[in-house]
């Protein structure tokens, strides 16, 4: 399978718990994005790296949140203290280069599903 | 700021009926317009796109035109299958990222 992978794809934590989320994108894909999405909503923008450097970080990206791409490859998404809002699918995408400019098109994983009791 | 408004859903259509789900944008400059689609158990992916003003986007039988003095990119299908049963996502696309309504879930019925 060579599409953009999640770990794991389900996390359930009780509140004040770290949680590490991966994802390993696309082979030779230099843009990685994570992106948010609670019920009944649509992705929320969080972070994008452009290789290993973070070009971009929302503001609903907390102190308590933090991502990192330290050899350009995968990327985690760490969050400390979690709290029940964090309860949602966080969703990891990547994209290639592109030679003439981008095209829009972004290659989704299946999200990683965090449960905050 | 940039942002993407959906219509409400569910909705419900009987199999070969006409599909139509609005989508409306505010955003600065002139963005890239998109429908992704996510179906049960599957990660979102694109269904079609228009980077100008009066484009037409078409794939697997949807069509979207880019409608500058409308604001919109409303998305038609004159046909639906049950297969097409899934969460409709319009975006526009913003210094290099995508920016999402919030979804309209559509459900055909046999």
């Known amino acids: 399978d060579t599409g953009v992978s999640q770990n794991p794809r389900h996390k359930i934590t009780k509140r004040g718990q770290n949680v590490t989320f991966r994802c390993d994108p696309i082979?030779?894909?230099?843009?990685l994005y994570w992106y948010r999405q609670t019920l009944g909503q649509g992705p929320e923008f969080l972070t994008y790296?452009?290789?290993?450097?973070?070009?971009?970080k929302s503001r609903l990206l907390s102190d308590r949140f933090s991502a990192e791409r330290p050899k350009g490859s995968f990327s985690t998404l760490e969050i400390q203290r979690t709290e029940q809002g964090d309860s949602a699918m966080y969703l990891c995408?990547?994209?290639?280069?592109?030679?003439?400019?981008?095209?829009?098109?972004?290659?989704f994983g299946e999200g990683s599903r965090l449960t905050v009791l | 700021g940039n942002s993407v408004t959906q219509m409400e859903g569910p909705v419900t259509l009987s199999e070969e009926a006409f599909l139509t789900i609005n989508c409306t944008y505010t955003?600065?400059?002139?963005?890239?317009l998109f429908w992704y689609v996510q179906y049960p158990g599957e990660g979102l992916q694109l269904l079609l796109k228009?980077?100008?003003?009066?484009d037409k986007g078409s794939n697997k039988g949807f069509e979207a035109t880019y409608r500058k003095e409308t604001t919109s990119f409303h998305l038609e299908k004159g046909s639906v299958q049950v297969s097409d049963s899934a969460v409709y996502f319009c975006?526009?696309?913003?210094?290099?990222?995508?920016?999402f309504g919030q979804g309209t879930t559509l459900q055909v019925k046999p």
């Open positions: 790296f452009q290789n290993e450097a973070q070009l971009e």
């Open positions: 955003a600065t400059g002139y963005p890239s």
């Open positions: 995408a990547s994209r290639h280069p592109g030679l003439a400019g981008w095209t829009g098109e972004l290659f």
């Open positions: 975006a526009l696309s913003n210094t290099g990222k995508l920016i």
């Open positions: 082979s030779e894909h230099n843009r």
């Open positions: 228009a980077t100008k003003a009066d």
